[in-house]
């Protein structure tokens, strides 16, 4: 298996960060890690248009993020997964913000494999919480854990299209929101790569952690987690400063970089 870091050459924050993540994966990974160049977003839809693919309900996306942002940073993702059937092996897909906190210990499974921490959130893992001296559900135990959904007992709408908006209710169980939730971090087969290349053409780019979603790809978790997203910059997001969960996430992190900065 490979690994690689995702970085844009000409930004010398994405060069600064994909150091710390090969210097981290070395240290406390105990892997190595090399670098991969992204598609920088100048040119990132003439890009998509010569891989015949098309933007997916963007309008969803487009308040809060950059759209040619978001088509550069799947099309970083999607020469990846190409890479892994031209060369019909496993890769290691990092971005330039993850950091590695743990050794990593392989495991094959022919899928998708998470080993970061979660942007937000940890719903599909809620029924693998070992309880603690007190009896309370408190941690997530260590091991593997495929994203089934097919055994959830709630009401839920697997099966919902890809081209259809999924309904929000009190009563569903998230199951179709049961996304990658960030994509910073995870390692994907050769054959659910070529699914996924094959898949993005047909039906059209989502930002990547939506599009990596266990209702088409098989998807686990391997615990303990190795890496968690450093955000400190973002090379996405609009800068939204009237936006409370903005302000939140800026005034958490001293010399925060918004996305003009971060492209210098």
């Not at 960060?17 to 991969?36: F, H, M, P, T, Y």
């Not at 001296?133 to 697997?158: M, N, Q, S, T, W």
Request: proline letters at 3%; a negative charge.
């Amino acid at each position: 298996m490979k690994q690689y870091v995702i970085h844009i050459p000409s930004s010398k924050i994405s060069v600064k960060n994909a150091q710390e993540v090969i210097d981290s994966a070395k240290e406390i990974g105990k892997i190595d890690v090399e670098l991969w160049e992204g598609q920088h977003r100048d040119g990132a839809f003439r890009k998509m248009y010569e891989k015949n693919m098309r933007l997916h309900r963007m309008e969803e996306w487009e308040n809060y993020s950059y759209l040619d942002c978001i088509v550069g940073c799947f099309i970083s993702h999607f020469s990846l997964w190409e890479e892994s059937v031209r060369t019909n092996e496993r890769i290691m897909i990092l971005e330039h913000d993850a950091i590695f906190v743990n050794e990593y210990k392989d495991y094959y499974w022919d899928g998708i494999v998470n080993i970061g921490r979660p942007l937000w959130g940890n719903w599909f893992l809620k029924d693998k919480k070992v309880k603690n001296a007190f009896g309370e559900r408190e941690h997530i135990e260590d091991g593997f854990y495929k994203r089934d959904i097919d055994k959830c007992e709630k009401p839920h709408l697997v099966g919902v299209r890809y081209n259809k908006k999924v309904p929000e209710h009190k009563d569903y169980c998230g199951c179709e929101k049961n996304w990658l939730v960030g994509a910073h971090s995870y390692i994907v087969s050769p054959r659910i790569a070529k699914e996924m290349v094959d898949f993005a053409i047909k039906y059209g780019i989502l930002p990547a952690d939506v599009f990596i979603r266990a209702e088409y790809f098989p998807m686990a978790d391997y615990l303990p987690f190795c890496t968690y997203q450093k955000q400190n910059s973002t090379m996405i997001q609009k800068d939204l400063p009237d936006e409370q969960w903005w302000r939140w996430k800026t005034e958490a992190v001293e010399n925060w970089k918004g996305v003009e900065d971060t492209w210098k």
